[in-house]
């Protein structure tokens, strides 16, 4: 564990993302010069704050996986605080700063805010442009990172291997994933000019575009979608929303021309399924029509992509309605997009897993081959994958005792758990779409912040930081390699050989001279 090289990676990519700052700076501009200052401040902060991570010692491209897990979480936690800092110059406090900052970067779109009209659009676009940010952060962890370390789920996006992991990240996926970058950027201006064509203003349009795409549901309006009141911007919405979820290589590789993807791929037609079956089910307990089943597809969309978006106010809706968006939001979007939740392709092979250990009780000697994709999987990928399952659930009901220990009811507890860990955004009662997170205690707040981080970076990232193995062969100070050293040592040894016979043949010289005088 070279904390040296972690800190300096932090401190680069801080200041990276500091840089950001002056779009908001220079859209307030317009209206104030004194409303760019909290955003070139923080642009400040961030570069001093950045430059005091980074060192002086060399990089690597060789990081560990224990390194990148650090410096992942360790990222998200500084980016996030940074972030919160133009909140604080607007008159929030540091945990209500820090939770709509930390529910911005990891898309998740639990808020604060209860009056809307209080700040100012330069506001609302960082707050929007803080969850676009963060949907790019989290396509670049699935594509780059977790499928090095096993806990992505497709083990591979770009090759067609599922050989162990390597202990060490290197820029394999580079490529890849900058075409990935420029399609979901394209992505998100198609969505703004179609939902400008539609009658939502530009700034909003811009808005929801950015927040729709990371799957992380803020919006300027205070009724969400809702407010609108426009069925052309709410199929528009759906089919981006649906986007969201899926798979961001895997719709890449579609729309590059493998079109035949889009109908193999299991985990896009289970995640498609799941969002339909919701939404037509949701619709027809809504008393069926054609309003009702795009009120439904809307919230199976939202929900399951972990996007947040309301068409609706879903809190006056009768328990067995909340029972299916329940279990909307426990299915979750595929891997490799911006969506939260443990994921279809993690539910499916969980599911397979029991499956199959179900049938090895009824038949002890019998071998049975798991296929994914026309792949066969190894056991031990779906133990793995089992397991992050299982922890994603500890995970939902430890949040949530502890909520209620706090003083909070049941079911604002179960919720609020569900909605942050699972990086959905609204939950229920005075959590709800149209509702606020400012209710709930300070300390509440921090549970939520802390389910939040986890949830978005697939708990595995985070909580193998709490075992003592990962910090064995801790170093805080740079150390030369010893190949190096050695090759210091073979190059002074050389210099003060060729030193000797200089000075050897000097001494010649002058004696030759002194002869011939």
């Given amino acids: 564990m070279r904390l040296w090289l972690i800190s300096t990676i932090i401190g680069r990519l801080l200041q990276y993302f500091s840089i950001a700052l002056f779009i908001p700076a220079l859209y307030s501009m317009k209206t104030s010069t004194s409303d760019a200052i909290p955003y070139f401040t923080t642009f400040f902060i961030g570069i001093l704050f950045g430059k005091i991570l980074k060192s002086n010692y060399p990089t690597t491209k060789n990081v560990h996986r224990t390194e990148a897990m650090v410096i992942v979480s360790g990222t998200w936690l500084m980016i996030s605080l940074v972030a919160s800092v133009p909140y604080c110059f607007m008159g929030m406090s540091f945990f209500d700063a820090f939770f709509e900052s930390m529910s911005g970067l990891t898309t998740t779109g639990a808020t604060i805010i209860t009056d809307f009209s209080y700040y100012n659009d330069s506001f609302y676009l960082w707050r929007a442009m803080t969850q676009w940010f963060g949907g790019l952060g989290v396509i670049s962890i699935f594509v780059v990172i977790l499928p090095k370390f096993g806990i992505a789920g497709r083990q591979l996006f770009f090759a067609e291997s599922s050989s162990a992991p390597s202990e060490e990240v290197d820029d394999f996926f580079l490529t890849g994933t900058r075409y990935i970058w420029m399609f979901y950027t394209i992505l998100t201006l198609t969505c703004a000019l179609l939902l400008f064509s539609a009658g939502m203003n530009f700034f909003d349009s811009l808005l929801h575009a950015l927040t729709t795409l990371a799957a992380g549901g803020f919006s300027p309006n205070p009724q969400s979608i809702m407010g609108y009141d426009s069925p052309t911007i709410e ?14 290589p895997l719709q890449f590789k579609i729309f590059s021309g493998d079109i035949q993807l889009a109908f193999k791929d299991v985990e ?9 079956i919701g939404g037509c089910l949701l619709g027809l307990m809504l008393g069926g029509g054609i309003d009702n089943l795009r009120t439904g597809l809307f919230q199976s969309a939202s929900l399951i992509s972990s996007t947040g978006f309301a068409s609706v106010d879903y809190n006056f809706w009768n328990d067995s309605l909340k029972g299916v968006l329940i279990a909307i939001m426990l299915v979750g979007g595929c891997a490799g997009s911006a969506a939260g939740g443990a994921k279809v392709i993690r539910l499916y092979l969980a599911g397979q897993h029991i499956f199959t250990e179900l049938k090895k009780s009824l038949f002890p000697e019998a071998l049975f081959n798991i296929k994914f994709n026309e792949r066969s999987l190894p056991i031990e990928l779906l133990r793995t994958t089992f397991n992050l ?6 995970t939902y009901v430890f949040v949530a005792l502890v909520l209620c220990i706090l003083g909070n009811d049941l079911i604002i507890s179960f919720s609020a758990s569900l909605a942050c860990v699972g ?11 149209m509702g606020s997170f400012a209710s709930i205690s300070n ?27 990962a ?3 801790f170093q805080i100070h740079y150390k030369e390699p010893k190949q190096s050293r050695v090759k210091k040592r073979r190059g002074k040894r050389k210099k003060a050989r060729h030193n000797e016979k200089e000075e050897m043949r000097t001494n010649i010289e002058n004696e030759q001279k002194n002869s011939e005088n």
């Fill in 235 to 248: 199929w528009i919405l759906i089919v981006f929303m649906m986007m969201a979820g899926a798979s961001f």
């Fill in 268 to 276: 896009l037609k289970l995640y498609l399924l799941s969002l339909v």
């Fill in 389 to 394: 399952v299982a922890l994603y659930i500890f």
């Fill in 423 to 433: 990086n959905i955004g609204p939950a229920f009662n005075e959590l709800g779409p």
């Fill in 443 to 469: 300390t509440s707040k921090i549970v939520l912040i802390f389910g939040m981080w986890v949830g978005r970076l697939e708990i595995v990232t985070v909580m193998a930081l709490f075992h003592p193995i």
């Fill in 471 to 473: 910090w064995r062969n």
